[in-house]
């Protein structure tokens, strides 16, 4: 006669589990209870999880990806929602800036449009100048010594060229005449040439004197009383040398006899010695 192996199991191991009924926590359950939550297989809607479905989207956890996450991976960044800092950005947080990128009004701009433009910095080609180089000078106005100036400083004096009165003129107008260096004849001397002799003032030796000393007596053509003598009145005499008879003779001719008084052997006498006896005549008894 056969041998039972399970005498008192009508079913003889129901679950073919090497356990007899009588004596099998699970009778209907191969694995009995295999996530050990105290349900076997039958009971058991998630017979290999002890946890179950814990978040509820009909995945067992020992099926599902992300058993603590019901979106399962919603971002598909292959981080779960239950440790995904950002559970609805792919990237999560590409900037840094501590906003998830699904609500970042700028999610690769970590200053987050810190010039306040309405453009964010990762394609804002002036992230800092709300104006966007507003002169048009291909240098944003944060960094832009003339912001508003597209010349900017050409002439590299430290003004703008559109408040530069000197253009192009690194020294402007540095003796303040009214009149750029650049085109200042005078450059240095605020009077200039004011004669109009060719001779900048500051190097004239007769400023206001367009005549200068043309005779080069040292005396400016404008005080000469000899105009054209260089050797003026030497002798003092009121007569200038260029025309004075008697050159040295402050007397000259006193009595007109034709012979300057320093070698007149009778001054004051216009006859002189007329009869050769070495008297003067003025003073002669015998004249003749």
């Known amino acids: 006669a056969d041998v039972d192996p399970c005498p008192h199991d009508g079913a003889n191991d129901f679950d073919s589990d090497a356990i007899c009924g009588d004596v099998d926590s699970c009778p209907a359950d191969p694995n009995n209870d295999a996530d050990g939550d105290l349900l076997c297989a039958v009971d058991d809607p998630c017979e290999f999880h002890e946890e179950h479905d814990v978040d509820s989207d009909d995945l067992c956890g020992d099926v599902d990806s992300c058993p603590y996450d019901a979106g399962n991976d919603f971002d598909s960044d292959s981080v779960c929602a239950d440790v995904d800092s950002c559970h609805l950005d792919a990237e999560n947080d590409a900037d840094g800036d501590g906003i998830c990128g699904n609500v970042d009004i700028c999610p690769y701009d970590a200053d987050n449009d810190s010039d306040l433009d309405s ?24 960094v832009d010594s003339c912001a508003q100036d597209a010349l900017n400083d050409a002439d590299g004096d430290g003004i703008c060229d559109g408040a530069d009165s000197c253009l192009g003129d690194a020294l402007n107008d540095a003796d303040g005449d009214g009149i750029c260096d650049g085109v200042d004849s005078c450059q240095g001397d605020a009077l200039n040439d004011g004669d109009g002799d060719g001779v900048c003032d ?31 009145d030497a002798d003092g005499d009121g007569i200038c040398d260029g025309v004075d008879s008697c050159r040295g003779d402050g007397l000259n001719d006193g009595d007109g006899d034709g012979i300057c008084d320093a070698v ?19 003073v002669d008894s015998c004249m003749g």
Not at 267 to 281: E, H, T
């Open 264 to 282: 007149d052997s009778c001054v004051d006498d216009g006859w002189n010695d007329a009869d050769g006896d070495g008297v003067c005549d003025g």
């Open 202 to 232: 500051s190097q004239d030796s007769c400023p206001g004197d367009a005549l200068n000393d043309a005779d080069a007596d040292g005396v400016c053509d404008g005080v000469d009383s000899c105009l054209g003598d260089g050797l003026n």
């Open 119 to 142: 453009i964010c910095g990762d394609v804002d080609s002036c992230e800092f100048d709300s104006l966007n180089d507003v002169d048009g000078d291909g240098i944003c106005g944060d």
